[in-house]
């Protein structure tokens, strides 16, 4: 019996198990018969053999029904140590590319629908994942589509495939929501918002869609079937608790399209203005709106490097574009004794250093430990980002005043004004003078729109500077004061 034959006869068998369905609607049996020939001669170049087809086995996908897209074959998967880990950092790697499959294969990972994963199981991670896939536009925009004989338009097996895929990661996702507080919620939103602000222009469209009310409920065209049916009132298609994790805003919606024209991609531009002529009331937000975009920074300085227990740490796998490459190869312009300083801060140093090379193996496991990225022999120049952006996050003062001004130069990141503003208020707070000072510049220009012009707020900040002993404040105080107090020429 050939290969073919031998698939005829499993879709003869699988046809008896679902003709009660044809019958009930009176569908005549050749038409199965019709159904499972054609699909023997499309599914030739797979060698006919039903196992390489994992959508029609639901059980064998991990997944509940027969529609599913497929999933790679086992020899795909890493074997041998460290197996899991490689594996999850692979699907980061391509779901932070915005990869639709991949940030499927993350949610069901983070969701331990397989119990090999049950180390892994983190169902904020894996609610993160499924609003990423639902909000992706890979996941809806038709792909590939064929003319029906009978007129009209008949959707692929790929199309359906991800249709179903989405549907049920809308019934996942709602699921995990209910049973999250609204603290758990809140992780969720500003992981996706961190994400999608790695994506650059099209990142900063999709959370616009997500607050737009034009939009279905995860950013997809309204009358998307997916989005209706999580509309519906109801337990079989409703889903509330995914509708109400983006409230909609006008403003937030605003916000996002404009952050995303600030990139210079013009297609964002363009839409930001179909934006503002979409609805009469949106046009009066737009000098607020601009204010509040200078102003805004993601939720997150890098990726929360968490874990659930026993399982592979969370990482950041955001691609740098070629301004973030460029700017981290100025890093070496930064003294390195504020790297040590930021290392003896996390507890990771215990030795002195001049220089990476001499940065011993065991800080940097402990380093990358702590931020979840794969161990390694030398110490980069990633690695001494990291180590000043987790001090600053763990709240040294120290850190924070330098990775202010790091922002604020362009060295190891790329030039963010806001950025710099609230590290240096992050300093501010635990008494840096000299981050008191670099504020008042910013209250004197009015810099970039991030702090309003304020020269009162400037010459009260300086003050307090130069009474706390930074010197280049009481300096600048002194010929303040010097020229305030000249006589008058007669």
């Known amino acids: 019996m050939s290969e073919c034959d031998q698939t005829g006869s499993a879709w003869r068998t699988l046809g008896g198990a679902v003709g009660k369905v044809f019958k009930s609607q009176k569908a005549p049996m050749r038409s199965w018969a019709a159904m499972a020939a054609g699909l023997c001669a499309a599914v030739s170049l797979s060698g006919c053999d039903v196992r390489d087809l994992p959508w029609l086995n639901g059980r064998k996908a991990g997944i509940d029904g027969n529609y599913a897209c497929p999933r790679p074959p086992a020899p795909f998967q890493t074997q041998g140590f460290n197996g899991q880990e490689r594996e999850v950092r692979y699907y980061r790697h391509l779901a932070f590319a915005n990869d639709f499959f991949a940030q ?82 809140d992780k969720v939103r500003d992981r996706v918002i961190y994400i999608q602000s790695t994506l650059g222009a099209d990142g900063f469209r999709t959370l616009g869609r997500l607050y737009d009310d034009q939009y279905g409920p995860m950013g997809e065209p309204a009358d998307n079937p997916q989005a209706i049916r999580a509309m519906m009132r109801g337990q079989r298609y409703g889903a509330s608790n995914v509708r109400t994790l983006f409230e909609r805003s006008d403003v937030d919606a605003y916000l996002y399209n404009y952050k995303a024209s600030e990139t210079g991609d013009v297609g964002a531009y363009v839409l930001l203005k179909d934006f503002e002529k979409s609805a009469p009331s949106r046009a009066r937000y737009a000098s607020f709106v601009e204010t509040k975009a200078r102003r805004w920074v993601s939720p997150y ?135 008191r000072y670099a504020m008042s510049t910013y209250f004197d220009l009015g810099l970039k729109g991030v702090a309003d012009q304020d020269k009162a707020e400037a010459v009260v900040m300086q003050l307090d500077a130069a009474l706390a002993g930074f010197k280049p404040s009481a300096g600048r105080l002194q010929a303040v004061l010097a020229q305030v107090s000249r006589t008058p020429e007669s």
């Open 104 to 185: 499927l294969e993350l949610a069901n990972r983070y969701a331990a629908t397989d119990a090999s994963d049950k180390n892994l199981e983190d169902h904020i991670e894996s609610s993160v994942w499924l609003v990423m896939a639902l909000a992706n536009q890979q996941g809806y925009a038709p792909m590939s589509r064929a003319m029906d004989p009978r007129g009209g338009v008949l959707a692929s097996r790929y199309d359906k495939c991800r249709a179903f895929e989405r549907e049920r990661a809308y019934r996942m996702l709602d699921n995990e929501l209910s049973m999250m507080d609204s603290g758990e919620r």
């Open 301 to 435: 300085e890098f990726y929360p490097p968490e874990a659930p227990g026993g399982g592979v740490p969370h990482s950041d796998e955001s691609r740098p574009d070629d301004g973030a490459s460029y700017a981290l190869s100025r890093l070496r312009e930064l003294p390195f004794i504020h790297v040590v300083r930021a290392l003896d801060y996390l507890n990771l140093l215990h030795e002195a250093c001049l220089s990476p090379d001499e940065v011993p193996k065991q800080t940097i496991a402990g380093l990358r430990n702590m931020t979840g990225r794969p161990g390694g022999e030398r110490f980069t120049d990633t690695d001494a980002l990291r180590a000043i952006q987790m001090a600053a996050v763990n709240g040294d003062s120290r850190s924070q005043l330098v990775l202010a001004v790091m922002y604020s130069e362009g060295v190891g990141v790329e030039v963010d004004y806001a950025r710099a503003f609230y590290w240096y208020q992050q300093a501010e707070k635990q008494g840096s003078p000299e981050a």
